[in-house]
């Protein structure tokens, strides 16, 4: 690796500007960015990069808001309007955004404990009022950041530093939980899946309504090490021996057991009225033509 000096960025010639077309999309004086050797989160942020120069959306009116975590930290390295906000709160500040300036397209960017542990109050409620927001949601089975502690989606028999002997807690199956809430795109991606995860996230940016997208994604520091499961690379080697491609398959089948199949694709991609849509039919129809729309973005 060769490292530049001269620039106040230090990083190295692999991620110059005329060497590699994401660089536009990144904070690149604050590389290198705090994720470990073979952590997933990266990966996810080059596949998203990709799709936000590919997507018909205004990078100006762009805003990418995250919580606390590992995965938390997205928003810190995107060249966008970003916000890193209390743990867990990520959907409730994204929607005061989006309602306060519906012009944006508000994309959520977080871990699964972030989004669904302290978080999945605000998480079930925004796809319940299908809130017009883009939610990345990078599932590596447990809290990163602070130590391997078990996460809402922690596979039974695992072990984690809270859970020593091998958890036993029924863990969530994320696309079946947003399907059930209301959500109006669905999908899976492991990290492997880089391409297919680009393509999902493309689709979701040119999409209205509560979208939302799981990136399996490993951590070798903590999940990995404690279940003995290797590093970055033993971990890819698994999503491409375990993971099945299914578009449209059934939410309530895909749940993930450890070290078993892993089911990928776009599940749901259907249409229903936004909360703002909602908003503006239900008060037209009662209120009458003296109500002026609420401009829905
Ligand atoms: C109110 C509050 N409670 C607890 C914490 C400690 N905390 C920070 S990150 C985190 C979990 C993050 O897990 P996840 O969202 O899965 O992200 P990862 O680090 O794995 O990417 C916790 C519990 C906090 N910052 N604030
Ligand atoms: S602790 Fe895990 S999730 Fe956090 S940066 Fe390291 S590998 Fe990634």
Known sequence: MKVDNDANAFYCDCVKEEQNPVNAMLRLDRMPSIWCPGCGVGTSVNAFARALKQAKVNLEKTA?????????????????????????????????LKLANPELNVVVYSGEGDLI???????????????????IC????????????????S?????????????????????????????VYVARWTTFHVNQLAKSMREA???????????????????????????????MKYYVEKSVINNNAD?????????DEITVGTFVNKERPTFLESMNARFSQTIGASYQPYPEG
């Not at 995250?66 to 990520?90: E, K, P, Q």
């Not at 903590?222 to 003995?228: D, G, P």
């Open 205 to 235: 940016l040119n999409k209205r309504g509560f979208r939302f997208i799981e990136v399996i994604s490993p951590c070798p520091t903590l999940y990995q090490r404690r279940n003995k499961l290797g590093d970055g690379l033993d971990a």
């Open 64 to 96: 990418i808001v995250s919580g606390i975590g590992c995965s938390g930290r997205v928003s810190g390295y995107l060249n966008f309007d970003s916000f890193h906000t209390t743990h867990g709160r990520a959907i409730p500040f994204a929607t005061g």
């Open 155 to 183: 596979p039974a028999s695992a072990k984690f530093t809270t859970a020593p002997f091998g958890q036993f807690e029924e863990p969530f199956n994320l696309p079946n939980l947003a399907e059930s809430a209301g959500a």
């Open 117 to 135: 542990a302290i978080g999945g109050n605000h998480f079930i409620h925004a796809a319940r009022r299908n809130m017009d927001l883009l939610v």
């Open 138 to 153: 990078v599932n590596n089975f447990t809290y990163g950041m602070t130590g391997g502690q078990v996460s809402p989606t």
């Open 251 to 259: 939410t309530r089948e895909i749940k993930i057991d450890f070290q």
